[in-house]
């Protein structure tokens, strides 16, 4: 075979070992939550007691699957996804989170989170059978603020405009109402709870003020006199249902970043918020406490149980087709525990104290395996009862704590692991190979480079044609080459020995010679713009004179200056000032005609790419003739 | 019969005036802007608030990536949009990586210059916060075609060589799902592998901060949705800069950059005038001279 036939073969391969790469995926095979579950929401369905969840098949792909009570234990059915992310509306194309399913009129509803691909959460709903098996996805929910109008959704912002970034959700049905409680980010304020109701769900209305925000927590002590921490600030899943006279609030605060050690910390509290305005601390029976991070939770209709996904950072992290965190749905009965047997004020703040030791100390964990000692369990039961002196708990304690950690030990049941994982493809995993090479290849390109120079100077200087120029470069080749290298070998990597005085040296050069060179020579342009602008810019025909005044406007636009020369003009000449013309400009005309030139290269260079990699292009090979 | 010499005016010597004043007079206006302050209010555009806005929603469990193709040539205009987006990510406690390539080999000794006092002053940790990566050998896309599968496999060390399973934030970053955004620093338009290898395919949003010369061509791109934020020069980081209440190098170096384009927009109109004036003058003087015959 000639050399340029084996050739064309390679190059044939290698462009169809890349395209597959991008083209395939990087897995195959396995169950639609092979990668991760999340967002848990029990229902009442009409086979019984359903609990329907988002399982992810990668990071960019989700859907929501069902899961049946059957022969003692919980099973996916039907196997399949029950609800899909959508494909052409974009409100929930890269995925799907929080989920709640309620009781509708005919069947049942479901509220989720679906993301955008610019991760942007919308409130979206569905319509399921009373089984929960078929749904049909419904428009958005709508919000409003003004009384005497409908909510206005655009597509910027399909929910209407909410008074900030929506992160949870809950909804409950009272009487004719649909209830909800949105838990929304606003921008230099934090999270906050806000209350919105109506007959239908094109058209709930917010409340005027959020019902709870970071204030509302300063200063509030519970039962047992300590400050209660601000669920807010941590906040890693909500949930809430109506109760008589308010709302019972559930929260899952990630304390990990407030103590010293970042000990993984994570908390279930709960509190009632009365229609007064009064907030009262409820104490929750059972505490979670491990490495795992609650990621969201639902309390079951019957308010029994709380059904939540953990989620646990893996060490080591496993191949990267696969979650870097272990996640889990668990069911975590509320009611009996320490906190429920205790009647009294002071009973209720005993009961906190061992809970929150037993918590601390790793005795409780349902999913964790991190048992971290006394003092740190200490410093822990600090953070989660917001700094007060937990150390100084009476002895007595300890046995309730012991008695606390069993029973808690024992309260969760892991109810979902993930499903079976998808196969990595041996195309992906080469890829690295495959781009090793290329890195390789790559790198001879600056030595090639650099023997050019080298024999393009060297002759110079051999011959005596003006050998000073030639001599300054290998003066600098050399001083570069020699500095960076031992910068990089020459000592240790904290800096001491002879290590030091290399880089100081490369800094030296990169810092005092080859900066201000290029930047002087990259300079200069502008006094060539400045001669070529005064005496080459002439209006010679009408082309020119566009061409000039374009080049003035948008010149002048991108300017601060020249925004501001036109800022004071009223709003109805808007289209007099710089900025919008330059603008308009810029990305109507501009980009009309520079996105036509675009396409027109891509296509071009599509062409003689697919002529290259199929060799019907001999220009590339035709050095080797010549050699032949 | 000798010609007399023709009377030269003024717009005439000014129409061919030796080019060397118009450098001197530029010259010396850059040198007293270098002593004076001239308060110039910047307007944020679009392009830019879309982008501070992202960084506000950002969470803080995926990495950013900022890909750092700094030269000396650029780096007056590409400091301020490389440091005004490091603070804001640093200021909110969103770790980021400086992505690398041999071919623009100066953007991470650049990284290196202008992070290390930033994270001093807001007592953040390399490792930590932030790291900056070894160089990689571009190749067309390929590499980021691998970087989005394997983090670790394709760029394997930072600058100083420490593994990047060993740095602390880069622990659980496999592969381009971990990342929530990726910014592009550099002087020209580059960024279409960047949209066509990652972006289009994984959906991960991409912003770039370029020379205002050289902006006209990402402004397509923010059309068709595929940017979400472009810092367009200085003007881009002095309007970033004000959003976060400071003044940087972008707002210094924009009062400059203004009064130079009006200088270059001044000599224009300024050599036009001359032209016409010259123009009409000779077209008048011939039009006597025809008569007078």
Redesign the interface.
């Known amino acids: 075979m000639s050399k340029r036939g084996a050739l064309k073969i390679l190059a044939f391969l290698c462009g169809l070992y890349?395209i597959l790469?991008?083209v395939l995926p990087?897995k195959l095979g396995g169950d639609f939550d092979g990668y991760a579950v999340d967002s848990p929401a029990p229902a009442t369905t009409s086979d019984g007691t359903a609990i329907f969840y988002v399982g992810r098949y990668?990071?960019?792909r989700s859907a929501v699957g069902r899961l049946a009570y059957s022969g003692g234990q919980w099973r996916r059915w039907p196997d399949k996804p029950v609800i899909q992310r959508s494909l052409f509306v974009s409100d929930d194309q890269?995925g799907v989170e929080q989920l709640d399913v309620l009781a509708g009129g005919s069947g049942l509803e479901v509220l989720y989170i679906g993301v955008n691909?610019?991760?942007?959460g919308t409130l979206c709903r569905a319509e399921g059978d009373p089984s929960g098996v078929s749904w049909q996805k419904k428009d958005p929910v709508r919000f409003g603020t003004d009384p005497n109008s409908a909510p206005e959704p655009t597509l910027e912002h399909p929910n209407g405009k909410l008074p900030g970034?929506l992160k949870f959700f809950a909804a409950a049905r009272v009487g004719d109402q649909w209830q909800m409680l949105l838990v929304l980010?606003q921008?230099g304020k934090g999270l906050q709870v806000w209350r919105a109701s109506g007959k239908d769900w094109s058209d709930l209305r917010l409340d005027k003020e959020p019902l709870l925000t970071s204030k509302s927590f300063e200063g509030l002590k519970g039962p047992n006199g300590w400050n209660i921490p601000d669920p807010l600030a941590a906040l890693t899943a909500f949930d809430a249902r109506p109760i008589p006279g308010g709302w019972q609030m559930y929260f899952a605060s990630d304390y990990t970043t407030h103590t010293t050690g970042n000990l993984p910390v994570n908390k279930i509290s709960s509190l009632e918020r009365r229609e007064n305005g009064t907030i009262v601390p409820v104490a929750v029976a059972r505490h979670l406490q491990t490495a795992s991070k609650v990621t969201a939770m639902r309390v079951t209709p019957d308010a029994k149980s709380l059904a939540l996904s953990a989620s646990r950072?893996l060490?080591p992290?496993p191949?990267?087709e696969y979650s870097?965190k272990e996640t889990q749905l668990v069911l975590l009965p509320l009611q009996g525990g320490a906190a429920e047997a205790a009647a009294t004020d002071e009973a209720i703040a005993k009961a906190e104290v061992a809970a929150n030791i037993a918590v601390a100390r790793g005795t409780a964990a349902i999913l964790g395996t991190t048992v971290p000692g006394p003092a740190e369990a200490v410093e822990i039961a600090m953070a989660i009862a917001g700094g007060e002196a937990v150390a100084a708990a009476p002895a007595n304690v300890a046995a309730a704590a012991a008695e606390a950690a069993e029973t808690a030990a024992t309260a969760g049941e892991v109810i979902k692991n993930i499903g079976a994982k998808p196969t990595p493809t041996y195309v992906?995993r080469g890829?690295?190979w495959?781009?090793t090479v290329?890195?390789v290849i790559?790198?001879f390109a600056?030595f090639i480079a650099m023997i050019n120079l080298v024999m393009y100077h060297g002759k110079r200087v051999i011959r005596k044609q003006k050998p000073a120029y030639s001599l300054v470069f290998f003066v600098f080749l050399l001083g570069m080459f020699l500095f960076s290298l031992m910068a990089?070998t020459g000592g240790t990597?904290s800096g001491a020995g002879s290590w030091a005085g290399w880089q100081v040296g490369f800094d030296f050069l990169?810092?005092n010679i080859?900066?201000?060179?290029?930047?002087a020579?990259?300079s200069m342009i502008?006094?060539f713009?400045?001669?070529a602008?005064?005496?080459s810019?002439?209006?010679r025909s009408l082309e020119a004179a566009m061409l000039?005044v374009a080049?003035?406007l948008?010149?002048?636009g991108?300017?601060?200056?020249?925004?501001?020369l036109g800022?004071g003009l009223p709003e109805s000449l808007y289209m007099f000032r710089m900025?919008w013309v330059s603008?308009k400009l810029?990305?109507?005309i501009?980009?009309c005609a520079?996105?036509g030139v675009?396409i027109g290269l891509m296509v071009g260079g599509l062409s003689i790419t697919l002529r290259i990699w199929l060799g019907l292009d001999n220009s590339v090979y035709s050095g080797l003739e010549e050699k032949r | 019969m000798a010609e007399t010499p023709q009377k030269t005016g003024m717009w005439e010597r000014l129409e061919h005036c030796d080019p060397r004043y118009l450098y001197l007079i530029f010259a010396l206006m850059m040198v007293a802007l270098e002593f004076l302050t001239v308060a110039i209010p910047v307007p944020v555009p679009d392009t830019v608030r879309s982008l501070y806005d992202r960084i506000e929603k950002l969470p803080k469990d995926k990495i950013v990536i900022i890909d750092c193709s700094l030269d000396a040539g650029y780096i007056a205009e590409g400091r301020g949009t490389f440091e005004v987006f490091a603070e804001h990510l640093l200021r909110r406690g969103i770790p980021f990586a400086v992505f690398t390539n041999t071919t623009f080999y100066q953007g991470q000794a650049f990284a290196l210059k202008y992070l290390t006092p930033m994270a001093a002053r807001l007592h953040k940790e390399y490792g930590k916060d932030y790291c900056i990566w070894g160089a990689v050998v571009l190749q067309n896309g390929a590499e980021l075609q691998a970087l989005a599968k394997d983090v670790h496999n394709t760029v394997k060390v930072d600058y100083k060589g420490t593994p990047l399973a060993d740095i602390p934030m880069m622990k659980n970053v496999t592969d381009i799902h971990n990342v929530s955004l990726v910014y592009r620093v550099a002087y020209d338009w580059q960024g279409v592998q960047w949209l066509g290898f990652i972006q289009g395919v994984y959906g991960t949003p991409f912003a770039c901060g370029t020379a205002a010369i050289s902006s006209s061509n990402a402004y397509n791109f923010i059309r068709s949705g595929q940017l979400c934020g472009l810092l367009a020069g200085a003007a881009g980081s002095a309007a970033y800069e004000s959003l976060l209440d400071e003044k940087g190098s972008g707002t210094r170096v924009v009062m400059k950059q203004s009064f130079a384009v009006l200088y270059v927009v001044g000599a224009i109109i300024l050599g036009n005038i001359a032209m016409f004036l010259v123009k009409a003058r000779k077209t008048g003087a011939a039009r006597m001279d025809s008569s007078t015959r």
């Open positions: 890349f790469d991008f990087a990668d990071q960019a890269a691909r610019d991760q942007v970034e980010n921008m950072k060490n992290p191949p990267p870097t992906s890829i690295q495959a781009n290329l890195q790559g790198s600056v990089k990597a990169f810092n080859v900066q201000p060179m290029t930047t020579v990259f502008t006094f713009m400045i001669s602008a005064y005496r810019f002439r209006v000039m080049a003035c948008v010149m002048i991108q300017m601060p200056i020249g925004q501001w800022a900025t603008q810029l990305t109507v501009n980009a520079s996105q675009t």
